[in-house]
């Protein structure tokens, strides 16, 4: 993975951070506290996938999000939807795009951030989703490719669960029959191996789907802290 010409100077106006959540009152809170802490007046995001709990309605004034209900997506035969709404939502109209999970610790701002050519930046490969980012240039590709809404998206055994060297990653598609649920990191992995979108590590984010975040990183973002109050069934 390379890294991109890293851009040093930047404000809150250049960053859209995107929370999706379902059953995550409590994460939500907490994530956004932190967040707002450091980001004050950086465009905030927050959909709801299908779940209507009013009191979500209150991050309007305590963290001044943009708030939306929508449809729930997040079930595989809605494939890349769920992203598609993502980088809708965002319309490219900053430049970058932060998706935070709700058990994502935004610790301090970011000393620098990539450069703003074509890339997905974030942790791992493909990029890990509890914290990735998106160039607007990266983003509006994504989108307009309208490969996030190709029915091929909805049969991982022959898309995204498949590893660039062509073997079937079998851990992700036992999860996948499990749950039955969209797993954002891999199906972006594959959008962008498509449409030749670099996937960059960027060592301002850690995360990591399920291990605990080690002590003492000096990052700005880490993922995931699950020692905060859960709602619902760890995935």
């Not at 709700?102 to 703003?116: A, K, Y």
Request: proline share 6%; with cysteine.
């Amino acid at each position: 993975m390379g890294q991109a010409e890293p851009r040093q100077v930047y404000t809150d106006a250049d960053l859209t951070f995107y929370l999706q959540v379902c059953r995550d009152v409590q994460r939500a809170e907490w994530c956004l506290g932190h967040l707002r802490r450091h980001f004050p007046t950086s465009r905030v995001i927050v959909i709801s996938d299908g779940d209507h709990d009013r009191r979500y309605a209150a991050f309007l004034d305590r963290h001044r999000v943009e708030f939306h209900i929508g449809e729930e997506l997040y079930p595989l035969r809605h494939g890349g939807r769920i992203i598609e709404r993502m980088l809708g939502c965002w319309g490219a109209n900053t430049a970058y795009l932060f998706k935070l999970d709700p058990d994502t610790l935004v610790h301090r701002r970011f000393r620098w951030l990539p450069g703003e050519e074509l890339a997905v930046f974030g942790n791992g490969l493909p990029t890990q989703g509890g914290c990735m980012g998106f160039t607007r240039a990266a983003g509006a590709k994504l989108l307009e490719s309208g490969l996030l809404t190709d029915p091929l998206l909805t049969r991982p055994e022959q898309s995204w669960a498949v590893l660039p060297d062509g073997t079937l990653n079998s851990a992700v598609l036992q999860m996948v029959r499990r749950d039955g649920r969209v797993r954002t990191d891999w199906l972006i992995g594959w959008c962008c191996r498509r449409l030749g979108i670099p996937q960059t590590h960027f060592a301002e984010v850690f995360s990591q789907w399920r291990d605990p975040v080690p002590d003492g990183l000096d990052v700005a973002v880490s993922h995931p802290h699950k020692q905060i109050p859960l709602e619902r069934d760890e995935l």
